[in-house]
Every structure is written in C-alpha cells, then in structure tokens.
C-alpha cells in the first residue's frame, strides 16, 4: 500500500500513521519529523528548514522532495509507504509522479479550523522518535517519556500566530492537492473530529482494513 495522509495541521495523520504503520506493516515517512531532526542535529538542512518552520511557512518544494524521494529510494519503502505531510503542494505531488512513484490511495482528514488551534496547543512530540501525543485525547505515559524513552515536548510552531499562518498555507496550497488525486479516483475522506478511536474505526472501514 502506497498511501498518502492528506489534512491540515492537527488533522491526526502523525497519530493515524502509527496505527496505520503497524497494520499495514509499511513505513512512514513524515517529512515534519525529518526536517525537525535535522534541525536538532544542526545540518544545512535543519538551519534552512527552520528558516521556514518557524514561520509557518513551508520548506522550497525541491528541498523536500529532494529528502523524500532519498527516503523513497532506501529498502524499506519498497513494498509500501505511508507518507505524512507530503505532498504539500500540487508541485510536490507532480514531483512524485514524475519520479514514477504510484500512489494507491490518498486519505484525506476533515477537521474544521475551528478545532484546530484548540487541538494543537494541547499536542506533544516525542523528542526522539517524533511520536505525537496529546494531553487531553493521547496523554504522554505516567512516567513522562515517551514509549521509546525519549522526551517529550511541546514544538515550537505549534503556537497561536504560527499555528494560524499554517492554517492559510494549508487551504492555498495543500488542499488543491485533494482536487488532484480526486481527478484519479484516489481519494477517501474520513471525519477526523471525534475521538482517536473513533477516527481509527473510520480510517479502517474507509480502506477495508
Ligand atoms: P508537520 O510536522 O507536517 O506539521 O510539518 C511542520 C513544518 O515542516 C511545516 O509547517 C512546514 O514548514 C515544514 N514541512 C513539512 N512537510 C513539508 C512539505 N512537504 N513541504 C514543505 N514544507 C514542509
């Protein structure tokens, strides 16, 4: 399964995604999770990225599909991916095709703004491994790490000003790509505004899983 997780921020595709990787026993790729660690790790990438990242704004379409179609190359991801945050712009979704990577389907999350600013200012991100918890709908395990042992935080553009800056990019250059993939028959959408459970069992009946 090629799979694509389409949804404006706090959507839950990070939390879809760990569900779904274990069901469908593929990979995700997360390309907010990739540039976030480089920024930790202090590389070009990281220190051009956060130009961006801070603002809300998103990263030049070459850089990033430059970083996932690397990722796409290695073993892991040839029987399968699921990919998080990308494609993000109609750019980056020609860019895949061109490469000759097909998706199979491309899930879209729906979530009103209104819930938006309300579900990231409770998000957390493990440090390490980029697993997403939240403190009221996926609270951090009793200990206060995360399941991997690495610390959990809250990230840094995940406040009101950045968070509204990411909202106006997502509906003028992200949702266009619903429209793209729907002209091939590939998209399925799923009511995202319920419970993490509820949505699961929504994700799941959606892909006949
Ligand atoms: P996310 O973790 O998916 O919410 O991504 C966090 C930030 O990373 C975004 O607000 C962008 O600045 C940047 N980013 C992640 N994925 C992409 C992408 N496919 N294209 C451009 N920028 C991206």
Same mark, same amino acid.
């Given at each position: 399964m090629k799979l694509i997780l389409l949804g404006p $921020?706090?959507?839950?595709k990070g939390t879809q995604a760990e569900v779904l990787t274990k069901k469908l026993g593929v990979e995700t790729i997360s390309t907010g999770v990739m540039l976030r660690a480089a920024m930790r790790e202090g590389t070009e990438l990281g220190k051009l990225a956060a130009q961006y990242i801070e603002g809300g704004k998103l990263v030049p379409d070459d850089v990033v599909v430059g970083i996932v179609k690397e990722r796409l190359s290695?073993?892991? !991801?040839k029987n399968g991916f699921i990919l998080d945050g990308? $494609?993000?712009t109609i750019a980056q979704a020609e860019a895949l095709n061109d490469a000759g990577v097909e998706i199979d389907k491309v899930l879209s999350l729906e979530v009103d703004d209104s819930v938006i600013v309300d579900r990231l200012s409770g998000r957390r991100e493990c440090k390490a491994c980029g697993t997403p918890y939240h403190i009221k709908n996926k609270p951090v395990p009793e200990n206060g790490? !995360?399941? !991997?042992?690495g610390e959990v935080i809250q990230r840094d553009d995940d406040n009101e000003e950045t968070i509204k800056n990411r909202l106006k990019v997502y509906h003028e250059q992200t949702e266009p790509i619903k429209e793209y993939y729907a002209a091939q028959g590939k998209v399925v959408s799923v009511?995202?505004?319920?419970t993490v459970e509820e949505t699961t069992a929504a994700v799941d009946k959606a892909l006949g899983l």
């Open positions: $921020p706090g959507a839950g290695q073993d892991d !991801c990308f $494609p993000r790490k !995360c399941v !991997c042992g009511d995202s505004e319920g």
